[in-house]
């Protein structure tokens, strides 16, 4: 078995925004009869009076006519008793935007994949937590039991299953593998697990954090495989399928000579192979999984260089990138 390498790239954007922190201020919110929203934000730089701030709806615009304060600890309810002018969120579709003070501003539609509809008697409610450096994660979704006024606490997190075969047949005890992009654990919530398949060839992976996944599958006697996802949602748990190839398993074979220089870099990156041991390939994805980059074992040679550019010759966004030949994992950041 040739391992795999999977090199992580993180590109930083060089452009500089102000108050970042208030993109993301509403935090839960129910139609139906109860017709309110919730604002909340931590940490929040900032005490802020939303007195004569703007909500928009889908009827309009209405203006916050009551003095509530914002702050990191605490979460205001904007509903109709505190504004004049239109104010209405319809059952099925709709938006919501927030117009706050100094020109802030945050803004939601539903459904989408990222926002669900509110069922009757339930609200749509955020996950939502600060990683630091590995970023924000954030996840909307139905909560049978409102929480305004309060932290939301009905996440259940997200969830991937599938099965494993070889030739049409289930793998038995196949160890499977699922790493987060990121590199931070936020307990009761997984950023990296290990399960077997069963029987049948199935596993389950569930209380994952919102973000992508690396899922690995191993076994004795066959080919490793592996598969990256795109971003999970609670709403939307995903089935990855895979189908081992039979072959005769060489933990020998590695590729600790293996480089990648500079880190971080700011427009090329410098990889360095060991000429007696040239992997079959090497790809680079983007974090959705889509490839941007492949050099074939023919045309691989001790050494690389990336410019940051796709198979068209396009540079590519600031972002998560990953450098493919096997299944350890270096990050590395482009500036």
Known sequence: ??????????????????????????????????????LHLHPL??????????????????????????????FVIIDNSVITGEFYLPQDTGFIKIYLAQGLTDSISYPNEDVPSPKPNFSVSKWYHDF????????????????????????????ISGYVYSNDTPVNEAKVIATAVIYSNFPPFYSNCTTFTSTDGFY?????????????????????????????????????????????????????????YPNPFFFQLNIILDKNLLPPYIRIYDISGRLIKEWKKETLKENLIWEGKDENGEM?????????????KVKVTKL
């Open 1 to 38: 078995m040739m391992k795999l390498l999977i090199v992580i790239l993180i590109f930083f954007s060089l452009t500089l925004y102000s108050n970042p922190y208030i993109e993301r201020v509403i935090y839960e919110f129910e139609a139906d009869t109860a017709q309110k929203i919730e």
């Open 132 to 159: 630091g450096i590995d970023g924000i994660l954030e996840d909307w979704y139905i909560d049978s039991t409102p929480t305004f006024g309060f932290e939301n606490d009905d996440y259940k997190g997200c969830k």
């Open 204 to 260: 389950l992976f569930d209380s994952l954090l919102p973000t992508n996944f690396w899922i690995k599958v191993e076994k004795e006697g066959f080919y490793p495989d592996s598969f990256l996802t795109n971003r999970l949602h609670s709403l939307n748990p995903i089935t990855v399928n895979f189908n081992l190839l039979t072959g005769i398993e060489d933990d020998k074979i590695s590729f600790k000579n293996f480089k990648v």
């Open 45 to 74: 730089p900032d005490w802020y009076n939303l007195l004569n701030d703007s909500v928009i709806t889908f009827t309009g615009k209405g203006v916050i006519d009551t003095s509530l304060w914002l702050w990191d600890t605490n």
């Open 316 to 328: 590519v966004s600031s972002g998560i990138y990953f450098i493919h030949i096997g299944e350890k």
